[in-house]
């Protein structure tokens, strides 16, 4: 609940709006000021009675019988002295310039504000209120209502003259009246009417609901929402009443239009005024309340709340206490509310004070926010309607936010916010910096600082940095790879990182930074020797980068150490920048590390180190025998005396076995694989490698008396070597391990010989039969005999011009035509002929004679 209270201010300045419930988490809907200036001075002297609004201006009138206009701002800009007693009522036309005013002692006048001419008159009663017809100032509109003890009509005719017409009487005394369109409603004691003036009909009765209070003390309170819609606030009940077009079929005797009640509901409040906002309601409310002490009531400050209607009940969505002046003597009748047409503007009028309320702006969201220390949104709704606001600046409301956090102690979220709120102002960053500094949370700040094209002073960044140096290594060296070089004085970092290394030499933190300030520095050197001191990873990242091969000719036993593959592919990725034998010659001493790196080298291409591969012999019998038997079968650069003798020596008979069958020595090598290896199926697989049959005989040979090898031989031999021949050399009465086995495999492979050269043997004949009857039906075809062809051997045309002559052509189904005469004799096979340019090249079929005569 907003309350209006009065200060000791200028007039003019706006009143301060307190709460009863202040620390409520609901903002208010409206806010209030006084209506001062001029109006002040008016009500030292006087009291306000009525006062009517136009969207040009005000019309206030007083307990003296006068009516001021007064601006917006309550300055005074014309007086009426009308009465020496109360005004009771002002209405105005739509274009604001015509204006009726009605009086306690009976007085109404009708008039132009910027002519004098109109309607005067004395009644000898009081009238209670006066209504203008909206469109009056238009000629044919000039009509006006008086209420008092009757409702009157006055409508002036042709002849300038007014004419008036009772429209009701005889139910007490018209205390309000409100003229919409073609719609006069009015309240009596008995309850509301509405007369349309169009059709000259009373559409309505919609009586009172409370008929123990007084009239005179809780007058009825009536405004139109639209020209349809009226809302009647009378006592403690709210009715809101919707003008319909009757059906015309059921018409008969009764009106065009009817009322209907679309709803209805009781209040815990009397009603002072009401007013439309959109689908809601604004009400005035009159309070009383017990006191603690005595059991009676007294009058309380006035409340403005904001309702939202249903069908038989109301939600409260704001309610505002009042402190308006003198409210402890006011009673429900001294209270008016007007409004502003179309414009969320209410005018609370009160004998000695006037309020305006008016619906919150962005910038009074804003303040209550900030009050309420709802920094975030305070900054959010600044940014979204900074173009709106008129007292507030966003980053003003930015830096009160970092305030806040900072005195919370939230300074994480601070230096978070730090980049949204001093955006690209360097001069608010330096000074926000040096905040963090006293608190000691440089910390917390300086991953957040501008690092872009828009950049701090180096001094700020060097500030951080040692802040860092003295307390956390860790978080020193985070900052040096995020931070570009270029925002410090780079040799002043590195003189400090020095400093610190003379105390803490094998740091590996420190050291692994003073690497990375080199490598921006260009001292690529000295970073490259740290980062190999230390094993760092990046140290191949960095040689690739700055091309620094140059500086580790010297160093590769030290790359190697450190990680043998990476090293070796980048030496072999840049033979170019390091020699082979640049290599080599620095492993030397490593054999090793020679012997990975030329095995690679081998890899890659067996020819590039073949200078190497009589070394690499050794290499690979020391560290890699494995990889031996493959290197001696892929190199043909390695001098196989040489690899043999080493072979022999170190007693590697597969190696041996390989050299003995490369250098021709077949024998020897099969000797080998039976006598040391003792193995038939290498000893079959190395005979069928090499397809000898002097080889094959010697394994029989060898086999001949070792069971275990025939089966192995029976098993293996049947597509290479005629079975027969082992199976003869058998001795009479040798036991043989799974003999029959053995013999039934033969067999089967026997079988499977025959049954394949079988089926080859009909695929061969099938297809020769195919080719046989394809070439048939070829050499069986038509040759194409005309003009345009000539005989191969005179090279005349074939056919004689004259057609009636006999000839003779012979064709050969090869296509060659030849005149008779000019074939040669016949071959040596009688009725044989072949063609002769085939017969030259090759004589097959195709080149036969195909005889034409004619």
């Given at each position: 609940?907003?309350e209006?209270?009065?200060k000791d201010?200028k007039?003019s300045?706006?009143?301060?709006?307190?709460s009863e419930?202040e620390d409520s988490?609901?903002e208010?809907?409206?806010?209030?000021?006084r209506?001062?200036?001029?109006?002040?001075?008016?009500?030292?002297n006087?009291a306000?009675s009525?006062?009517?609004?136009?969207?040009k201006?005000?019309a206030l009138?007083?307990h003296?019988?006068?009516?001021?206009?007064?601006?917006?701002q309550g300055?005074v800009?014309?007086k009426?002295?009308?009465?020496?007693?109360?005004i009771n009522q002002?209405?105005?036309?739509?274009s604001?310039?015509?204006?009726?005013?009605?009086?306690?002692?009976?007085k109404?006048?009708?008039?132009?504000l910027y002519?004098?001419e109109?309607?005067?008159?004395?009644?000898?009663?009081?009238?209670?209120?006066?209504?203008?017809?909206p469109?009056f100032?238009?000629s044919?509109y000039?009509?006006?209502?008086t209420?008092?003890?009757k409702?009157l009509?006055?409508?002036?005719?042709?002849?300038n003259?007014?004419?008036t017409?009772v429209?009701?009487?005889?139910e007490g005394?018209?205390?309000n009246?409100?003229?919409r369109a073609?719609l006069?409603?009015?309240?009596?004691?008995?309850?509301v009417?509405?007369y349309?003036?169009?059709?000259?009909q009373?559409?309505?009765?919609?009586?009172r609901?409370?008929v123990?209070?007084?009239p005179?003390?809780?007058p009825?309170?009536l405004?139109?929402?639209?020209?349809?819609?009226?809302?009647?606030?009378?006592?403690?009940?709210?009715?809101i009443?919707?003008?319909?077009?009757?059906?015309p079929?059921?018409m008969?005797d009764?009106?065009?239009r009817y009322?209907?009640?679309?709803?209805a509901?009781?209040?815990e409040?009397?009603?002072?005024?009401?007013?439309?906002?959109?689908d809601?309601?604004?009400?005035l409310?009159?309070?009383k309340?017990?006191?603690?002490?005595?059991?009676?009531?007294?009058?309380?400050?006035p409340r403005?709340?904001i309702?939202?209607?249903?069908?038989?009940?109301?939600e409260e969505?704001?309610?505002d206490a009042?402190?308006?002046?003198?409210?402890?003597?006011?009673?429900?009748?001294?209270?008016?509310?007007?409004?502003?047409?179309?414009e969320?503007?209410?005018y609370?009028?009160s004998?000695k004070d006037?309020v305006?309320?008016k619906?919150r702006?962005?910038?009074?969201?804003?303040d209550?926010l900030l009050?309420?220390e709802?920094?975030e949104e305070?900054?959010?709704?600044a940014?979204?309607?900074?173009k709106?606001?008129?007292?507030?600046?966003?980053?003003?409301?930015?830096?009160?936010?970092l305030t806040h956090l900072l005195?919370?102690?939230?300074y994480?979220?601070?230096?978070?916010?730090?980049?949204?709120?001093l955006?690209k102002?360097?001069?608010l960053?330096e000074?926000?910096?040096?905040?963090?500094?006293?608190?000691?949370?440089?910390k917390?700040i300086s991953?957040?600082?501008?690092r872009?094209d828009?950049?701090?002073?180096?001094?700020?960044y060097e500030?951080i940095?040692?802040?860092?140096?003295k307390?956390?290594?860790?978080?020193?060296?985070?900052?040096?790879?995020?931070w570009?070089?270029?925002l410090?004085?780079?040799?002043?970092?590195?003189?400090?990182?020095n400093?610190h290394?003379k105390?803490?030499?094998?740091?590996s933190t420190?050291?692994?930074?003073?690497a990375?300030?080199?490598t921006?520095?260009q001292?690529?050197?000295?970073?490259?020797?740290?980062?190999?001191?230390?094993?760092?990873?990046?140290?191949?990242?960095?040689?690739?980068?700055?091309?620094?091969?140059?500086?580790?000719e010297?160093k590769?036993?030290?790359?190697?150490?450190?990680?043998?593959e990476?090293a070796v592919d980048?030496?072999?990725?840049?033979e170019?920048k390091?020699?082979?034998d640049r290599?080599?010659?620095?492993l030397?001493?490593r054999?090793?590390?020679?012997?990975?790196?030329?095995?690679?080298?081998?890899?890659?291409?067996?020819?590039?180190g073949q200078?190497?591969h009589?070394?690499?012999i050794?290499?690979?019998?020391?560290?890699?025998?494995?990889?031996?038997?493959?290197?001696?079968?892929?190199?043909?650069?390695?001098?196989?005396?040489?690899?043999?003798e080493?072979?022999?020596q170190?007693?590697?008979?597969?190696?041996?076995v390989?050299l003995?069958?490369?250098m021709?020595n077949c024998r020897?090598?099969?000797?080998?694989?039976?006598?040391?290896l003792?193995?038939?199926?290498?000893?079959i697989?190395?005979?069928?490698?090499?397809?000898?049959g002097?080889?094959?005989d010697?394994?029989i040979?060898y086999s001949?008396?070792?069971?275990?090898?025939?089966?192995?031989?029976?098993?293996?031999?049947?597509?290479?070597?005629?079975p027969?021949?082992l199976?003869n050399?058998?001795k009479e009465?040798m036991e043989?391990?799974?003999l029959?086995?053995?013999?039934v495999?033969i067999?089967?492979?026997?079988?499977l010989?025959?049954?394949l050269?079988?089926?080859?043997?009909?695929?061969?004949v099938?297809d020769?039969?195919?080719?046989?009857q394809k070439?048939?039906?070829t050499q069986?075809?038509?040759?194409?005999?005309?003009?345009d062809?000539?005989c191969?051997?005179c090279?005349?045309?074939i056919?004689?011009?004259?057609?009636?002559?006999s000839?003779?052509?012979?064709?050969f189904?090869?296509?060659?035509m030849?005149?008779k005469e000019?074939?040669p004799?016949?071959?040596?096979i009688?009725?044989?002929?072949?063609?002769?340019?085939?017969?030259?090249?090759?004589r097959?079929?195709?080149?036969g004679?195909l005889?034409?005569?004619?």
């Amino acid at each position: 609940m907003a309350e209006v209270q009065e200060k000791d201010k200028k007039p003019s300045e706006e009143c301060t709006d307190e709460s009863e419930e202040e620390d409520s988490e609901e903002e208010a809907k409206l806010k209030y000021e006084r209506l001062s200036n001029g109006v002040t001075d008016i009500l030292k002297n006087d009291a306000a009675s009525c006062m009517t609004v136009h969207d040009k201006f005000l019309a206030l009138g007083t307990h003296f019988g006068k009516v001021y206009l007064l601006d917006i701002q309550g300055n005074v800009t014309q007086k009426f002295v009308i009465s020496s007693v109360k005004i009771n009522q002002i209405s105005l036309d739509e274009s604001g310039d015509h204006v009726g005013i009605c009086s306690e002692d009976g007085k109404v006048q009708v008039f132009g504000l910027y002519t004098r001419e109109g309607f005067h008159e004395n009644f000898d009663c009081p009238v209670k209120v006066v209504a203008l017809h909206p469109q009056f100032s238009r000629s044919n509109y000039k009509q006006f209502v008086t209420g008092g003890n009757k409702l009157l009509l006055y409508e002036r005719n042709w002849l300038n003259r007014w004419k008036t017409v009772v429209l009701h009487e005889g139910e007490g005394t018209i205390t309000n009246i409100q003229w919409r369109a073609n719609l006069i409603a009015w309240a009596n004691n008995v309850g509301v009417k509405i007369y349309d003036i169009s059709t000259k009909q009373r559409i309505t009765n919609v009586l009172r609901d409370n008929v123990s209070l007084r009239p005179d003390m809780y007058p009825c309170s009536l405004c139109w929402k639209d020209n349809t819609t009226l809302i009647v606030g009378w006592g403690t009940s709210i009715k809101i009443c919707a003008v319909k077009e009757r059906n015309p079929t059921e018409m008969r005797d009764l009106p065009s239009r009817y009322v209907e009640i679309v709803s209805a509901f009781e209040t815990e409040f009397f009603i002072s005024g009401l007013a439309p906002l959109v689908d809601q309601l604004v009400v005035l409310s009159f309070v009383k309340e017990n006191t603690e002490q005595m059991d009676e009531e007294v009058r309380a400050r006035p409340r403005l709340d904001i309702i939202q209607p249903v069908p038989e009940n109301y939600e409260e969505i704001s309610s505002d206490a009042l402190t308006v002046r003198n409210f402890e003597d006011n009673e429900c009748r001294d209270y008016r509310l007007a409004h502003a047409e179309g414009e969320p503007l209410f005018y609370i009028i009160s004998p000695k004070d006037i309020v305006v309320a008016k619906e919150r702006d962005q910038d009074d969201h804003i303040d209550w926010l900030l009050v309420k220390e709802k920094y975030e949104e305070a900054l959010m709704a600044a940014e979204i309607s900074f173009k709106n606001i008129k007292r507030h600046d966003v980053q003003k409301i930015g830096m009160a936010f970092l305030t806040h956090l900072l005195k919370k102690g939230e300074y994480e979220v601070a230096a978070r916010k730090c980049q949204k709120v001093l955006g690209k102002n360097m001069e608010l960053w330096e000074n926000e910096v040096y905040r963090f500094k006293e608190i000691g949370q440089l910390k917390a700040i300086s991953q957040y600082l501008p690092r872009g094209d828009l950049r701090l002073r180096p001094a700020i960044y060097e500030m951080i940095l040692h802040e860092f140096l003295k307390t956390d290594y860790e978080g020193f060296a985070t900052l040096i790879r995020e931070w570009p070089g270029e925002l410090y004085n780079n040799m002043a970092i590195v003189q400090a990182v020095n400093d610190h290394l003379k105390r803490d030499p094998s740091n590996s933190t420190l050291l692994t930074t003073l690497a990375e300030l080199y490598t921006y520095d260009q001292r690529y050197d000295k970073a490259l020797e740290i980062y190999l001191r230390l094993r760092h990873k990046d140290v191949y990242q960095l040689i690739h980068k700055h091309n620094l091969f140059s500086s580790i000719e010297d160093k590769i036993v030290l790359l190697m150490d450190f990680d043998k593959e990476k090293a070796v592919d980048m030496l072999l990725d840049n033979e170019d920048k390091i020699s082979i034998d640049r290599v080599v010659e620095e492993l030397a001493g490593r054999p090793e590390l020679l012997h990975v790196y030329l095995h690679k080298l081998f890899k890659r291409d067996h020819h590039k180190g073949q200078k190497y591969h009589e070394r690499q012999i050794g290499l690979y019998a020391e560290y890699d025998r494995p990889n031996l038997l493959p290197f001696l079968r892929d190199s043909t650069h390695c001098p196989l005396e040489k690899a043999l003798e080493i072979c022999q020596q170190r007693n590697f008979v597969e190696e041996t076995v390989f050299l003995l069958s490369r250098m021709g020595n077949c024998r020897r090598a099969l000797q080998m694989i039976m006598e040391e290896l003792g193995d038939v199926d290498k000893a079959i697989e190395f005979a069928k490698e090499q397809d000898d049959g002097e080889l094959w005989d010697d394994l029989i040979s060898y086999s001949i008396d070792k069971p275990p090898f025939i089966t192995g031989l029976l098993n293996n031999i049947g597509t290479h070597v005629d079975p027969i021949l082992l199976i003869n050399r058998i001795k009479e009465g040798m036991e043989i391990p799974n003999l029959r086995d053995s013999l039934v495999k033969i067999l089967h492979d026997y079988n499977l010989q025959i049954l394949l050269r079988e089926g080859c043997k009909k695929i061969l004949v099938a297809d020769s039969l195919s080719l046989l009857q394809k070439m048939h039906r070829t050499q069986m075809r038509g040759v194409r005999v005309n003009e345009d062809s000539i005989c191969e051997s005179c090279h005349a045309a074939i056919l004689p011009s004259e057609m009636s002559k006999s000839f003779s052509v012979v064709v050969f189904h090869c296509r060659h035509m030849f005149h008779k005469e000019c074939l040669p004799s016949q071959g040596t096979i009688p009725g044989l002929q072949f063609c002769n340019i085939c017969s030259a090249k090759r004589r097959g079929p195709g080149s036969g004679i195909l005889e034409m005569k004619k």
